[in-house]
């Protein structure tokens, strides 16, 4: 054999791998600048959309502008403006503005058309969690004893609620404590004015909570417990059960068997461009690498952790991109068909109680309550949420 031919046969072998390597990431077509929405600086989520920013930055040159939110609706409205394309926003944003319940049910807002692109499913939990001191351990030793009850933010609220539920309690059965926030929340653990909050694992204020005199316990959400999930998953659909391994107290020797749900969540709307949510999605999976120990929980991005038969459904775009990628099956298609076909009635519903006159905004809500649920439970879906 001739080296002088198996040496150039080689360099050609791997100049053709550069070129194909090359055009694989001339596939991904964004413009140079993209903008999401995401939670408030400092936050878990905008910690990840920064790191993912460096990534696109990197890979393709393409620079991520992150627009800080302070609620649900102050990360939504950019994206719903067109201001941005896209957000990484939590089960607020994403599902609840999907059912317009809460602060989605005003009249300037209603069901919001929410299309996903990726969920993040890491090692972390979403959970209530309590002081150590405080005695709870399952989520039943709850009763009695203070939870905190956030002022103007529904969906931690209703997390507890149905968290609640998972042990036939309500909160007659606790002692309902507000706070103007959630920092607030996490902070009267410390202070001991109140017992139990709704967190993340890897948020800064579970570790102050774990460092303080009082410590921090995640009650247990026995999985094996069928009623008691039946009882939560009815009240928010959006729970699962998982075991988690990142955050304060936490690790692979030390997990909490929990409850949680995908933060964040890569939504838009259902208007946004096709090509665009395909090549966002594709640029997701092919930069991962570079952002996926960029912050904490990014490692829930990976393309083995996504979930395609969640709550919200997924944009045309980035089933385009899953299509190619063999992930997404047919079942994971129904699914989809029969989420949308839900907003449809829940937009048709929206259009009905628009129409109507009523003599205050409280009124509206009221009539907006009864229209919706009757609307979801005649098209065959369960209205989940009833009042608020």
Request: hydrophobic share 45%; net charge positive; proline share 5%.
């Given at each position: ?206 570790y102050k909570v774990a460092k303080s005199p009082r410590g921090l316990v995640y009650p247990v959400f026995a999985h094996s417990d069928k009623a008691g ?7 928010a659909p959006f729970f699962f059960p998982f075991m988690g391994t990142e955050g304060a107290e936490l690790s692979k020797e030390k997990p909490a068997e ?131």
């Amino acid at each position: 054999m001739n080296p002088v031919i198996t040496r150039a046969s080689a360099a050609a072998f791997a100049a053709a791998a550069a070129l194909l390597a090359g055009s694989a990431t001339a596939q991904v077509k964004l413009p140079p600048t993209i903008a999401w929405s995401a939670y408030d600086v400092g936050s878990g989520g905008y910690n990840q959309a920064v790191a993912i920013g460096n990534a696109l930055k990197q890979k393709y040159n393409v620079s991520l502008r992150v627009l800080p939110g302070k609620n649900d609706v102050s990360r939504n409205l950019p994206v719903r403006e067109g201001q941005v394309q896209f957000s990484a926003n939590g089960v607020g944003g994403a599902y609840l503005a999907q059912e317009g319940v809460f602060e989605f049910g005003a009249p300037n807002w209603g069901p919001q058309p929410i299309r996903g692109l990726m969920l993040n499913t890491s090692d972390q939990v979403l959970t209530v969690v309590a002081a150590k001191d405080s005695g709870v351990r399952t989520v039943a030793d709850l009763k009695g004893k203070r939870v905190a009850w956030v002022i103007g933010a529904p969906s931690l609220n209703q997390n507890i609620t149905a968290m609640l539920a998972f042990a036939n309690l309500t909160w007659n059965d606790v002692q309902k404590v507000e706070f103007g926030g959630f920092g607030a929340a996490m902070d009267g653990i410390v202070n001991n004015q109140v017992d139990a909050a709704f967190t993340s694992s890897i948020s800064g204020l579970a570790y102050k909570v774990a460092k303080s005199p009082r410590g921090l316990v995640y009650p247990v959400f026995a999985h094996s417990d069928k009623a008691g999930w039946a009882r939560m998953q009815a009240m928010a659909p959006f729970f699962f059960p998982f075991m988690g391994t990142e955050g304060a107290e936490l690790s692979k020797e030390k997990p909490a068997e929990s409850a949680t749900y995908p933060y964040p969540i890569l939504m838009t709307y259902a208007s946004q461009n096709t090509d665009l949510v395909y090549n966002m999605t594709k640029a997701m999976v092919e930069s991962f690498e570079l952002y996926k120990g960029g912050a904490p929980g990014n490692s829930g991005w990976a393309v083995e952790r996504q979930n395609f038969a969640w709550v919200i459904p997924f944009h045309d775009g980035a089933i385009r991109y899953w299509k190619e990628a063999g992930k997404w099956k047919p079942e994971h298609q129904a699914h989809n068909d029969k989420l949308i076909q839900r907003q449809q009635a829940l937009a048709a519903a929206w259009a009905e109680a628009k129409k109507a006159s009523h003599a205050d905004d409280k009124a509206f809500v009221a009539a907006w309550q009864k229209t919706r649920a009757a609307a979801l439970s005649k098209a065959g879906f369960d209205p989940v949420t009833t009042s608020w």
